[in-house]
Each structure stands twice: as C-alpha cells, then as structure tokens.
Nanobody, 128 residues
C-alpha cells in the first residue's frame, strides 16, 4: 500500500509562487510514475503535470507550460510541483497521484485512470 501526503499549498497573490510537495510511503516510489491533478470548486479533476518513473519524461497541461515545473527526488520519496506566475484560475485543490510502481511508462500519463494511489490534496488559493 502506498500513501501520498501533499503539502505546500496556501494563499498567494497573483504572480506569486508556491512549491507543492508530495511524500510517498512504501518501497515502490522509484519505480512509480507520478502526477499532479487539480480540482476547482464545481469542476472536474484535471491533469496538471506528470513525470515518469525514470524522471526523463515530463508532461504538462498547456496552461502549466512555462510556469510550472514537476520534479522528483527518489532519495526523499518526494515529487514536487514548482508553480510560478500563479493566476487566479490556478486556484484549486491539488492532488498527487502515483501508479503501481512497476517501472514502465504509462500509455496515457495525463489520464487519472492510470493512477492507483491518490493523496488528500493541498489547497491553493490565488488572490487577484
């Protein structure tokens, strides 16, 4: 069983930055594909960014490109999401997700159905 715990959310002014962290328990982190999704009030959960198990392939949703950076530190069992130039529309509950950790690349890293484990989320609020 894998547990994911997100942190780093908060209230920031538009144009500001936050760094989200997700710490994973268990032995499979280094073999896990990881991702961040977000869910705004009244909207569905949507993909933000993903990094494959080896760290050499990264995906971003179009709105995150050039502003957000996903990274991982296998020694710390942690995946990060650095968010710069935040906009009010980035406000949401941000979730960390992991697959089962079998060291293979996902067919659709942007699809929520590909991920088995989810954290409880960390809230990001952006004031205009």
């Amino acid at each position: 069983q894998v547990q994911l715990v997100e942190s780093g959310g908060g209230l920031v002014q538009a144009g500001g930055s936050l760094r989200l962290s997700c710490v994973a328990s268990g032995r499979t982190f280094s073999g896990s594909n990881m991702a961040w999704f977000r869910e705004a009030p009244g909207k569905e959960r949507v993909f933000v960014a993903a990094i494959n198990w080896s760290g050499n392939t990264i995906y971003y949703t179009d709105s995150a490109k050039g502003r957000f950076t996903i990274s991982r530190d296998n020694a710390k069992n942690t995946v990060y999401l650095q968010m710069n130039s935040l906009k009010p529309e980035d406000a949401a509950l941000y979730y960390c997700a992991a697959d089962v950790g079998l060291r293979y690349d996902l067919r659709d890293p942007t699809g929520a159905y590909e991920y088995t484990y989810w954290g409880r989320g960390t809230q990001v609020a952006v004031s205009s």
